[in-house]
């Protein structure tokens, strides 16, 4: 079956820098669309970036744009978030999602109906 499993959360002072990683297996991918989500406490579950299959198409929420970057390492069947200058309120619990299908539209892939599977999160918690 399909598994993602996150790691590379952890505490971290305002300023800094965390990588989170997202290691797949059960599914070509190589060819899936993934990203990453993140719920801080008290809130819904909100996007945070998308990368298609080639990496030709990526979207940010405007929140962490120009501040996070999604990539990914095909042979490593691996999703990062590299997320730098992080602020308080980016503390949530991360995970990383696969869509089922590809994604061709222009728009942000922001719905999680278009993602089948989930992995159990990581937390990351900035302190100001």
């Known amino acids: 079956q399909v598994q993602l499993v996150e790691s590379g959360g952890g505490l971290v002072q305002a300023g800094g820098s965390l990588r989170l990683s997202c290691a797949t297996s059960?599914?070509?991918?190589?060819?899936?669309?993934m990203a990453w989500f993140r719920q801080a406490p008290g809130k819904g579950r909100e996007f945070v970036a998308a990368?298609?299959?080639?990496?030709?198409?990526?979207w940010y929420a405007d929140s962490v744009k120009d501040r996070f970057t999604i990539s990914r390492d095909n042979a490593k069947n691996t999703l990062y978030l590299q997320m730098n200058s992080l602020k308080s309120e980016d503390t949530a619990v991360y995970y990383c999602?696969?869509?089922?299908?590809?994604?061709?539209?222009?728009?942000?892939?922001?719905?999680?109906?278009?993602?089948?599977?989930w992995g159990q999160g990581t937390q990351v918690t900035v302190s100001s």
């Open positions: 990368m298609i299959w080639s990496g030709a198409n990526t």
């Open positions: 059960g599914r070509s991918f190589s060819h899936s669309d």
């Open positions: 999602a696969l869509m089922g299908g590809n994604y061709y539209g222009a728009a942000a892939p922001i719905l999680e109906a278009l993602y089948n599977w």
